[in-house]
């Protein structure tokens, strides 16, 4: 049987490829006779660019940047040399997970360090840039992203301010003369499944800001600064761009794009299912295998288990899922396609443990779930395990 495994990160537990890897163990232990081709998934965010390396090939460049505090790090972009595509993750250089919980600072933190990946890419020779926009440890509109490519900014002064950071309510003045001219040379794609706008009770600050740091008492003058170099940016370019959908992506990054290039914004797990050949690789399959932390009717939202199901569904594939915990709503999720979710729990344990043991739960998981697809078919003799 052709097998495709095509699952989510686990977030906190297990990447895409780590996921992809334990249900491909269990398939070669259990079927001597599959086929099995596996394409990681993600939607933009952490995982992004394992998982278009792991389906089209290419390396990792590294490079120093900075961290959202300014610490020099280490951090990495897929590059696909065929084409000349760099795929940059705002998680890799202005990430959450660079952080420790005590170390959040809405104020400092910075996106420079992506906007440094970004340089660098260019300095390759980049024809296409596929940014994933996910995972930010900031909300400074996207400033700290564009000084390192050349924008500058001032306060009313007069004054060069270095490193806005939440700051912005400072910024009197936007500068784009000295912006990388190398950015209106490249095709620059938006990986993102986030659709709020800039501003507002669905924007940047009152949605994503708190998971950053922002304070609640803090919400109101974050959100007033943000307003504030929204208007100085609409002015300075000529168009206001708060509304337009993605810009509350990554702190506002995703507006400071939309108003200063032109830009393709597609969703994160659109433009993986085209970027990986999804659909070719589902001619002849028997099943696909996808999954995440947690698969529910919210699922339907632009989640990696329904976007894998509904390709499966267009090629009559069945899908199955797996997942770290099942929510309400699942009888949505079999209308588009999604034929089974299997929990990969086996026994009461702990959240903590269970995220420890992440990997370990979901080779049993899809061993288990084989053996009983191997049982239907016919095709299981001997002993049980």
Known sequence: MKYIIAPDSFKGSITSTEAANAIGRAIEEMDEHAEIIKLPMADGGEGTVDAVLLSRGGTEITCQVEDPLGRNISASYGWIKEDRTAVIETAAASGLPLLKEKELDPYLASSYGTGQLIRDALDKGAKTIILGLGGSATVDGGVGLFQALGLRVYDENGDKIERAGGRLHRIAKVDTSLLEPRLNQVHIIVASDVTNPL?????????????????????????????????????????????????????????????????????????????????????????????????????????????????????????????????????????????????????????QEAMIKGETLLYKAAKRTIQLILLHNGSLGGETT
């Open 199 to 351: 501003l507002g009770k669905n924007g940047a600050v009152a949605i994503f800001g708190p998971q950053k740091g922002v304070a609640p008492e803090q919400v109101d003058s974050f959100e007033a600064g943000m307003a504030s170099f929204a208007a100085v940016t609409a002015k300075t370019v000529q168009r206001n761009m708060v509304d337009e959908p993605g810009s509350g992506a990554a702190g506002g990054i995703g507006f400071l794009l939309h108003s200063l290039l032109t830009v393709e914004f597609r969703s994160g797990l659109d433009l993986m299912v085209e970027l990986s050949r999804l659909e070719d690789h589902l001619n002849g399959a028997g099943i696909v295998f996808t999954g995440e932390g947690k698969v529910d009717g919210q699922s339907l939202f632009g989640k990696v288990p329904v976007g894998v199901a509904r390709a499966a569904r267009r090629n009559n594939v069945p899908a199955v899922a797996f997942a770290g915990m099942i929510g309400d709503g699942l009888e949505r999720l079999q209308e588009e396609g999604l034929s089974a979710v299997v929990p990969i729990i086996d026994q009461p344990m702990t959240l």
